[in-house]
Nanobody, 113 residues
């Protein structure tokens, strides 16, 4: 599965950014993880159906994940950004809960204070 992420960039604290990721496959579970400099990759959010979403506690209420199934695209709308949200954001796809996960190339988000 091929995944192409985009939408990263520079934002000020309190600002917003929206990430997009296009997959070469339909359906499945799509989501985002991130890796900050010097830290391990952490899971951010996932969506399996239009209404079945899950979030890490440190982004819930600020980030919204959604998908356009027809366009095989997942979005991550990030609001109230904090400097600690600075990271490379990776989208992923897997066919079902226990399937192998495919990763996109990552897109850098930098939040300045």
């Amino acid at each position: 599965v091929q995944l192409q992420a985009s939408g990263g960039g520079l934002a000020q604290a309190g600002g917003s950014l929206t990430l997009s990721c296009v997959a070469s496959e339909t359906g499945g579970i799509m989501g985002w993880s991130r890796q900050a400099p010097g830290k391990m990759r952490e899971w951010v959010a996932a969506i399996s159906t239009p209404s079945n979403t899950n979030y890490a506690s440190n982004v819930e209420g600020r980030f919204t994940i959604s998908r356009d199934t027809a366009k095989k695209t997942v979005f991550l709308q990030m609001t109230s950004l904090k400097p600690e949200d600075t990271a490379i954001y990776y989208c992923y796809w897997r066919r079902h809960q226990f399937a192998t996960q495919s990763w996109g190339q990552g897109t850098l988000v930098t939040v300045s204070s």
